[in-house]
C-alpha cells in the first residue's frame, strides 16, 4: 500500500499533472483548466496527513533512489515545512479554481502548466534537504514566474519579466556561487551534513557564501534594495499570478534564509545586519505603497512592506518572535492572496487598475468589497482579525529585549502600520463613501472568482476568531527552530 504521509509526493504529483496538461491540451483545451484544481488537491490532502506524523515525530524525512542521506536527496517536513506546505497547497488548490472563470487569453495550456510548475518549485524550494536541489528548485520557481508574468505578451508584461527573468539569472547565479563555495570547503550538499561540517569553519571563511546565498534569496524574497523586480511584475502579470507571487512565493525564499541561517551560520554574528535589512524593506515598501496609484502596485509595495515585517521578526531570534513571525506568513499569504483575487474580479468589471476608477465601487460590488475590507483590516492588524495578535506577538517580542535598537524599532512598526492604515483607508473610504462623477454599470464578480475570494476569507476570519490553535502550533515551530531540532531529529531519522 502507498504511504500517502510521504514529502516526495508533494512534488512529484503536481509534476506528474504538468506533463497531463500539456499531453491533454493536445485532446480537450478545458481539460487543462481543471487538472490543476486535482493536482493541488490532492496536495492539500497529502499535506494533511502529513500533519499528524510530524507531530509525532518532530519531522517527517523521505529519501530517494534507495540511499541514505548525505548521498540520497532528502525531502524533510517539520512543523515550520508544514505550515508554509499546507499554505502553498491550499492557495494553489483555490487560486486554480479562480483561475477557470478568469483565464480566457491563449495559450491557456501553457499557463496551466507553468501556473502548476510555479507552485511545485515553490514547495520544492520549501522542503529539499539538498543546497544544489534549492538551487534548482529556485530556477524551476524562477522560470515559471518569467513565463506567467510576461504572460499577456503585450509591452508592459514582457518589460516586466525581462526585468525579472535578469534579476532572477543574477540570484540563481549568486545563490550557486553560494552553494559551490559551501561544497568546496565541506565535500557535502546535504543541508543536515554542511551543519556539522561548516561548525569547524571559522565565521570568516563562511560569510562570503553566506552572503553571496542571502543576496541570491533575498532577490526572490522581495528584500530591499534587491526588490527592484516585484513593482513591475504584480501590475503585469494576471491577478492570480501575483496572488502566489505575493502569498507565497517571496515568503518562500525568506523561509530558505530562515533555514540556511538558522542551521549553517552563526546567527548572533550578523543579526544587526539581518535586522537592518528588514526594517529597510518595512520603511520602503510602506512608504512607497502610500504614493501608488495603481491599485496592484499599491499591494505590491505593500507585500515589500510586509516582508520586511515578519523578517524583522526572525532577526529578534526568540521563540516569541519567531513564533509572531511565522503568524505574520500566515495572515500575509492569507490576506494579501485574497487582496490579489478580488482586485483581480474588480478590475475585470472596471477595466482599469487606476484606484481612482475604484471610486463607489464598495456600492456596486458588495461581497468583494466586503472580503477586501476584511483583508486590508487583517494586514493593517486591527482587532479582531488574524493580523492583530501576529502584530502584537512581533512587538512584544521586541520589547522583551527593553533596549533601544528594539524599542527604536517597534516605533518605527507603529509608524510604518500608520502608513499602511493611512493608504488601505483612504481606498476603502473612496470605494464605500466615494460617488463617481457618472453612474456606471458594474457588475459583481462571476461566481466562479467569488468562490475562492469566499473561502480564503472565511479561512481568515476562523483564524482570526478561534486562534488558539494556529498560535500554539506556531510556537511549537518557533521553539524547535531555536532549539535547532531540523538537525537532530534528521540526523536521528535520517541515519547520518
Known sequence: MVNLANPILLIVIPLLFVFLIAFSSAFSKSAAKYLPIIAFGINVVVAMLLVPEVLKNGLVLSTTAGFKPPIAIDMIVDKLALFLVIIASVLGFVVSIYNVAYIDEEPEEKFYALFTLLITGIIWMIITGDLFNLFVAFEVTSIAAFGLVGFHRDKGSVEAGFKYLVMGAIGGSLLLVGIIMLYAATGTLNIIDVAQKSAELTFQQKFLAYALIFVGLGIEGALFPLNAWLPDAHPAAPSSVSSILSGIMTTAAIYAIIRITNIIFDYNQIYLFLMF?????????????????????????????????????????STNGLQGAFLQIINHSVSKSMLFLVVGAMIVQVGSRNIEDFVGLGRKMKVSSFFLAIGMFSLMGMPPFFGFWSKLKIIFAALQHSNALMIGSVVIILLMSVVEGAYFFKLLQMMFFGKAEQDREIKEASFGMLVPVVILGFILLFISFYPTPVLDFAHQAASDLMNKNYINLALKLGGL
Open 277 to 317: 535589512f528588514a526594517l529597510l524593506t518595512l520603511i520602503f515598501g510602506e512608504i512607497a505603497a502610500y504614493y501608488q496609484k495603481d491599485i496592484k502596485r499599491m499591494l505590491a509595495y505593500s507585500t515589500i512592506g510586509q516582508t520586511g515585517l515578519f523578517f524583522f521578526a526572525f532577526t529578534i531570534h
